[in-house]
């Protein structure tokens, strides 16, 4: 089983960046995909950002291109989630997920493991 536990979330002004972290208690992490997802208030849960096995490969919802950077240490076995110029409609619980596949990511799939959140606040 894979083990995922997010973590870096806060209160931030608008403007301002924050970085998430995702440490992974798996035997191989090179051997996942891993993406980032947030659900706001009264809101679905919505794709932000994803990397394939090493890195290389990176895939982001439109509206946070520019803005977020995902990156993965496969060392560490960490992922992180490089957040700037954050506004309030940023504002929500933040998820570490991942898949052995990539596919998942660009398609409609579900990833098959996730952490249980951080929350990320964004004052205006």
């Known amino acids: 089983q894979v083990q995922l536990s997010e973590s870096g979330g806060g209160l931030v002004q608008a403007g301002d960046s924050l970085r998430l972290s995702c440490a992974a208690s798996?035997?191989?992490?090179?051997?996942?995909?891993m993406g980032w997802f947030r659900q706001a208030p009264g809101k679905e849960r919505e794709f932000v950002a994803a990397?394939?096995?090493?890195?290389?490969?990176?895939y982001y919802a439109n509206s946070m291109k520019g803005r977020f950077i995902i990156s993965r240490d496969n060392y560490k076995k960490m992922v992180y989630l490089q957040m700037n110029s954050l506004n309030p409609e940023d504002t929500a619980v933040y998820y570490c997920?991942?898949?052995?596949?990539?596919?998942?990511?660009?398609?409609?799939?579900?990833?098959?493991?996730w952490g249980r959140g951080t929350q990320v606040t964004v004052s205006s």
């Open positions: 997920a991942a898949d052995s596949r990539y596919s998942t990511y660009t398609g409609v799939n579900e990833p098959a493991y």
């Open positions: 798996v035997r191989t992490f090179s051997a996942y995909a």
């Open positions: 990397t394939d096995w090493s890195g290389g490969s990176t």
